[in-house]
């Protein structure tokens, strides 16, 4: 598929209502929200800027003064998703404690579409570059939230084979897509969990 690049601005238009647009925090979440539902319904090969414009019932041109290609809008969806589920944590005494940590990492076994999202920007790395190191950014970032949630001294090794581990389970059951391999990737998780706090804890 060929990238999408962003438009030209006509001569009519002048900087400060172009400005204006840009910095719409309404009309961004909208398109967002418009991005997350043609994801949801029609899958990640029929995700297209077109198809998220004409969800928003906004034309193309004014999707990509903020979203210039399909990558840059994934990101913007992954960022969205990933500031939700921050909010959403609950913790206790200011820290995240292991039966939210659990709750928050199995949530998404049932409803397979971030663990979806991320497959599909691993797979549009060969489309954009730029998504390689906007991925391991994205990665560094979580690890230093989920750190700081924990409260606890975690060395980035340990953190690094939490991850594998979960992911690895994310991926098992999102290939298999049973009753059955939901509760063994649920097991998985929660049996990380209780290693990784383990490990924290005799520091």
């Known amino acids: 598929m060929k990238k999408n690049g962003g438009i030209k601005a006509s001569a009519t238009i002048r900087p400060q209502a172009r400005l204006r647009v840009v910095t719409d925090d309404s009309v961004e979440k909208r398109l967002l929200q418009s991005a997350l539902t043609v994801l ?3 899958g990640f090969a ?3 800027q077109s198809a998220v414009a004409a969800q928003a019932d906004v034309r193309q041109s004014h999707l990509t003064y903020y979203f210039p290609t399909r990558p840059e ?3 913007g969806v992954m960022n969205e998703l990933k500031a939700s589920a921050v909010a959403a944590v609950p913790t206790a005494g200011g820290k995240l404690n292991a039966a939210a940590l659990s709750a928050l990492l199995c949530a998404d076994l049932q409803d397979s ?3 979806r999202l991320m497959l599909a920007l691993t797979a549009a790395c060969d489309e954009d570059e730029s998504l390689r190191p ?3 950014a994205f990665e560094s970032d979580n690890k230093k939230r989920f750190q700081h949630a924990l409260g ?3 060395e980035s090794f340990d953190l690094d084979v939490f991850h594998a581990t979960v992911a690895g389970a994310k991926l098992i059951n999102l290939q298999q897509g049973t009753a059955q391999s ?3 990737a649920a097991r998985i998780i929660e049996w990380a969990i209780k290693r990784l706090l ?3 804890n005799n520091k």
């Open 73 to 75: 809008l994934l990101k």
């Open 134 to 136: 906007w991925l391991a």
């Open 152 to 154: 606890l001294p975690i």
């Open 113 to 115: 579409f971030a663990p």
């Open 40 to 42: 949801r319904r029609d």
């Open 46 to 48: 029929a995700f297209t």
């Open 182 to 184: 939901a509760k063994k």
């Open 198 to 200: 383990a490990q924290a």
